[in-house]
């Protein structure tokens, strides 16, 4: 596992060089700008939503699949759709968003701006969904969630393939590996366009997954969720979070991604991550957490943000730590915001650019 982290943490550190340089260069603006609802949509948990709403929701994701990409052709990526405008700015800017202070108010962005864009640009009338994945667990329950359901859901595992068991790449109990075989994404070798990791030229793929029901239950149930919502201050709140770059140290945010990708599938892949639709109701309930973790002190903790600027930086050896004023951006799909912007989830344009709520947060239990 050392070798595997090392190799891990050096790519990053190579990346993150990479990435300041890219953000140097002003991208277009276009899309849609903060929202402007006056009241806040309502998101709630997938289970929960009717067959309709269900069926509307992937109506309308398939739609951002295949609407024409806002990223410049000049760019010459494999960038084709609305929707892989979204999956390249994560790409080109996951070394500069993860381990880092503003990791949890650029992932709120990102998903309020799919949101958005979901209903500006394909129709959608309602809120994004969130995947409480705590109702999955135990692990013999993990692969039959609502959110892998082949009619009513996002489709399930790839078929197994067989990897390698001495790898520090092999996440422990993962079953699948191949292409997802049923659901609204299955049996399209090309859903996929970019990574996998940080290449972005055209790459056709089909959506792959790889369940490993052990370490979604291990680091996705009740208590690990509890013990993020127990830390006294947004530092410890956020590393918990994230947790470490080993399989071993992942927190719920690894949870999500090694329980559903594994090794194989794009959930698994730090850079492409966001290619499986799945990733925005993961994301959503992360945010839900954030936000029932402010709301248990919300006068302190709309304003309490704290860790580094860049990568695994916690000892600020290379910079200091994100403030409120700290900049984010994504690219063509949103103008630029601050951390300040996101803190408030219902902020709506007094507050805050964000404009939606939970129907329901996790409460501390004692
Ligand atoms: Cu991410």
């Known amino acids: ?3 595997g982290l090392s190799i891990r943490a050096l790519l990053g550190f190579a990346y993150l060089l990479w990435a300041c340089a890219l953000s140097s260069a002003s991208p277009t603006k276009g899309g849609p700008s903060r929202p402007g609802h006056k009241v806040p949509i309502v998101r709630r948990e997938w289970r929960i939503l009717s067959k309709h709403d269900k069926a509307d ?3 309308a994701v398939k739609c951002l699949l295949v609407k024409p990409a806002l990223t410049p052709a000049f760019n010459n990526t494999g960038v084709k759709s609305r929707y892989d405008d979204l999956v390249y700015t994560h790409v080109q800017q996951t070394n500069a968003i993860h381990f880092t202070g503003h990791f949890m108010a650029w ?3 990102f998903t309020a701006t799919y949101e958005t864009m979901l209903r500006n640009e394909c129709g959608f009338t309602g809120a994004q969904p969130y995947w409480d994945w705590t109702l999955d667990s135990p692990a013999s329950n993990w692969a039959s969630s609502p959110v892998f359901d082949a009619v009513t859901g996002f489709g399930g595992n790839g078929a197994f393939i ?4 001495t790898s520090p790449w092999e996440v422990p109990g993962r079953s699948g590996g191949g292409c997802v075989t049923t659901g609204p994404f299955a049996g399209d070798n090309t859903l996929v366009h970019l990574g996998p990791f940080d290449s972005v030229t055209y790459n056709p793929q089909c959506l792959k997954r790889d369940l490993a029901p052990y370490f979604a239950a291990r680091y996705l149930a009740k208590n690990q969720t509890q ?3 127990a830390q006294p201050d947004f530092g410890w ?6 947790g470490g770059p080993s399989f071993e140290a992942s927190g719920i945010h690894g949870g999500g991604h090694y329980g559903v990708g594994g090794t194989y599938g794009q959930m698994g892949d730090l850079f492409v991550s966001p290619a499986d639709p799945l990733f925005f109701l993961h994301h959503a309930n992360l945010d839900r957490v954030w936000w029932s973790w ?3 002190n919300l006068r302190t903790r ?3 943000v704290s860790g580094p600027i860049y990568l695994m930086d916690y000892a600020n050896a290379l910079g200091g730590n994100v403030t409120l004023d700290f900049p984010m951006t994504l690219g063509v799909s949103a103008a630029d915001l601050t951390v300040a912007d996101v803190m408030n989830i219902s902020g709506c344009g007094k507050t805050g650019a964000m404009c939606y709520e939970y129907d329901k947060v996790y409460t501390l239990q004692k």
């Not at 709140?237 to 994230?242: I, Q």
């Open 1 to 3: 596992m050392a070798a």
């Open 57 to 59: 929701y992937i109506k």
């Open 107 to 109: 992932h709120r962005f």
């Open 162 to 165: 067989p990897g390698d068991p």
């Open 227 to 229: 013990l993020t919502l």
């Open 237 to 242: 709140f956020a590393r918990t979070v994230e």
């Open 294 to 296: 402010q709301k248990l």
């Open 302 to 304: 709309l304003t309490d």
